[in-house]
């Protein structure tokens, strides 16, 4: 062996690496002190590649430390020798693995949270009777169970109003202080031929009383087709949930008007014919209605005009005309605001409801509208559900905002007399 050799005659080694260091056999000799210097250095280097070569198999600390690389590093990619045997337990994992089950769990959380917009917040006992004598439906709101506390003592005020739908009558119960489990015991008398029963809807609305600010909805109950609910002959006592809800789903009622417009003359007409079932903003129950129309260019208005009023009623018919003059290029860039008010003799005005109709509006307003435009010189009429007037304005300044973007409108005026 050359080691061997090496050891027995260190003259023989160092001739070979003489040879090995010597370029050319003219050169002068190397020195014998650094002859033995280089083969101490060549001979400690061979006996540090023969340890690395022949390194015992790792410890079972270091299997640890190897099972916990994999949350820091891809184990596929180190190299742990001929030695390393995984356990059969071992599981490799590496990063930007997908975990099905932390998608399962947000897919429960979702269905949580849709779940709660559909919960029951609590429940309410009441009983129907029908008075064939009288013509009218009798309701009776007993008591209430397992009410969600809306107030920060952790109790409610509650109370319950009922609306016997499509009428704009409604009947309140008194408030109960600081209770979730309310007694009433009220009764109240809806006045209903019998043979329009199936057609209307029993609405009961359970609020919190706040004192300072608005009152807080707790949720509705609606009951559609009394007479398949209950046999209405006798008093009959029911329970049902109260459905979560946070706003008061009660129709505002419904306007009828018609659409003409002459283009040749530049004239629009628009025909206000009636309104039913408004909501009754009076004490009475009823309201004195009347209806204004106004002409919005680049959200501004430019005219306003309005009908006559028509005292304690929530089915007013009018019947009158307004008429607006509108050049035909300008048709594309205006929109009527109509709005139906409830008149007072002190204090303001109420807004009942209102709608838009335009090419800029929503729904049945832009389909009225074109639908005018594509017969020109005939009168087009519609019922149209009236909105509540926070929303509509909302809805109305979104538009309002992407119209502006793309360039304001001209000013409509009337068309050049021949």
Known sequence: MATEKGKDHPLGSMGFLEAAVKISHTSPDIPTDVQLSMREHFLRRTQRMTRQATEPASSTRHNSFKRHLPRQMQVGSLDLGNDYTPDLDEKSTSIGRIKPELYKQKTLEAEESDKYTGINC???????????????????????????????CGSSDPYVKVYLLPDRKKFQTRVHRKTLNPTFNESFQFPVPYDELAVRKLHMSVFDFDRFSRHDMI????????????????????????????????????????????????????????????????ITGYSDPYVKVSLICDGKRLKKKKTTIKKNTLNPTYN??????????????VCLHISVMDYDLVGHNEIIGVMRAGCSAEGLGRDHWNEMLAYPRKPIAHWHHLLESKKSEKEWKARTASFDSQGSCPSPRPPASP
């Open 122 to 152: 609590g429940r309410i006992n009441f009983s129907l009777k029908y008075d064939y004598e009288n013509e009218a439906l009798l309701v009776n709101i007993l008591r209430a169970l397992d009410l969600p506390a809306k107030d920060l």
């Open 219 to 282: 949720g509705e109950v609606v009951l559609d087709n009394l007479l398949e609910t209950s046999d209405l002959s006798r008093e009959t006592a029911m329970w049902r949930d109260i459905e979560y809800c946070t706003t008061e789903n009660v129709d505002l009622g419904e306007i009828m008007f018609s659409l003409c417009y002459l283009p040749t003359a530049g004239r629009l007409t628009l025909t206000v014919i009636k309104c039913r079932n408004l909501k009754a903003m009076d």
């Open 320 to 333: 009158e005309a307004i008429i607006f003059d509108i050049p035909p290029d300008s048709m594309d860039h």
